[in-house]
């Protein structure tokens, strides 16, 4: 009867205590819940189809974007892609010729004053974000697909980006060290194909008429040493409606464009808007180095019991972000030692993304273990070496004459 | 009476049994992919998680928002490798929400709030260790208080997963034994053991917190 009367007690006063917590909590917001039960159930099934190898992991993909850019890591490494996105797009004018008519499709361009586009990078098909862009002058306003809710304002005159979080009222300016100088996004334009205009290596082949989205459209094909670029243009009005260029080993693909499009001066202000909670982060994009890209490599391995990534591409990069975010969500680093890693992976993302070395870079590491001394895993000739640098699976980097190359 | 008596033990019985075969069809249906499976959890937990969630994390509707959606997207994208024999969808479900939490809590509180209420504790008249360790039950003043909210909340915090679940089902939702057996795959009789302990981790972790308790200061940090 004791016992039972201290047990009594004892629940009692726990009730009391823990019941504390109990009140004044906040209701379920039904209404958040129903939303997030149908993008859950999206992420739920994609996630057991990715793994019978379905080619619908992409809605996996796009749905977990969103999860990826709250994560500081992840984004850091996004903004990098962003970052990319912007080059990519400064680039699609390069593809002037000297035939007429491709004279006639790049003449809107060079004349535009505004610009709207999407940007995929990597495959259509794969599902990787859109990036949507307003662009005036130096500055463009980007929104990401299914993170609608982050604006990103990228001024290339100062390189800063100024991202805001809509729903949670959020600012942060990320300044940008180590970008090239840009100086007018429309003036770039000119500057490449003027350059271009006059190399001799450069060839335009005419690919005729196709249908594009319904819509009618001629195309031209304009090859150079280093860059090969589709342009699909409107044969009534010669308006550029798609170009895709394929620089060293990465595709971008730039669609629905629009020129002279109208545009407040207020959607590209750089200014914080009232309310916004403000953060500063500088993000060092100097150094992409090999050592950078050794070290990328080493994280993403340890992050998945010592193996490698299946590809080191951007849009390989795109496609594993989901997991790695998931990766790091487990391991709950502080958000320091997390923005450290943001950075490891964007400089290790900038190594490829803007390849700096002698031809194409070879990526042989899929299903293999990190430590395996044994099996080469990458290789690539740095501009001006005659011997091949080649990355073995303990990280370790020997220099290869092209005859000991992997086979 | 007596027919009524086993009437009511009937149903009872095939609504443990409905239940047990709801869950049972649900984790097998998550294994398979089943896209009903994944709502069917939903359905059964998702407000529930909210409620738990809000219960650690104060009034924030925000961040009770954000743990709740990280939650349910982390368990979307490992649902398929959920095992039944490790525990029940509860248990494992509330398992990655304590890790949603506890990220939460180290990334995002302010230190400030805990101390105010270390302080408060400390300078409470009365005999404030029996209000935790003995029988007697703080006062009525104490238990309305935001400070003791915020020091049961941080209690809570530090406990595992399991010992959460047990001590929220039972003290605050005032679940049976018997209930909570069912809802954890266990018996009543390991439920009253776990409890027992959860209790005894409660006292010992509250009297770290309100005794200097560097660990969950650095956790707030």
Known sequence: MKFNKKKQQEDEKFS???STVGSKTVAPDREFLSKLKAESAKIFEASTQNESGDSRETINIISIWRTIMKSPVTKIAATVVVIAGVLTAMHFAGLSTTTVTFADVIKPILNAQTAVLDIIIGDEEAGGPVIHDQIKGPRIRRIMSNVEDVVSIIDLETSRILSLTISKKEAAYIDLKGLPSMPNYMERFRN???MLQDSPHFEVEELGEQEIDGQKVVGFLARHPKVEITIWADPETALPVRIEQMEGQMKT?????????PMDESL?????PDGYKLQQVELDLMGSTEEDFIEGLRIRAELFDGQFPDGVAVEDYLKQAPAIAGKLEELGLPEEQETE???KLGRHLLFIRFFKGQGQWHYAGSGVKLGDSDTPIFWYRQEGAETYRVIYGDLSVKDVSAEDLPK | VRAKAFGGLGLAIKLSDMNKQAHMEIAEGLQQGNRDAWLGLYELYA??????????????EAFVADVVQETLLSAARSAKNYNRRRGSLWTWLWAIAKRQVALHYRKQTSKAIIAHAQQWWSLLDGQRSDWIEGSQKPPAEVLESAELATLVRYTLAELS???QTLLMA??????????????????????????????????QAFKRLTHSTPSILEMAQ
């Open chain 1, 16 to 18: 009391s205590l823990l």
């Open chain 1, 192 to 194: 490449v194909i003027n």
């Open chain 1, 253 to 261: 693909i730039c669609k629905n464009v629009k020129f002279d499009v």
């Open chain 1, 268 to 272: 590209f202000s750089m200014d914080v």
């Open chain 1, 341 to 343: 890693l943001g950075m």
């Open chain 2, 47 to 60: 407000e529930k998680l909210w409620c738990n969630v809000a219960r650690l994390m104060a009034h924030d």
């Open chain 2, 161 to 163: 997963a399991e010992y």
């Open chain 2, 170 to 203: 039972k003290y605050v939702d005032g679940l049976t034994i018997e209930t909570i057996a069912e809802e954890t795959n266990g018996s009543s009789v390991a439920v009253r053991s776990k409890l027992a302990r959860a209790r005894k981790a409660f006292r």
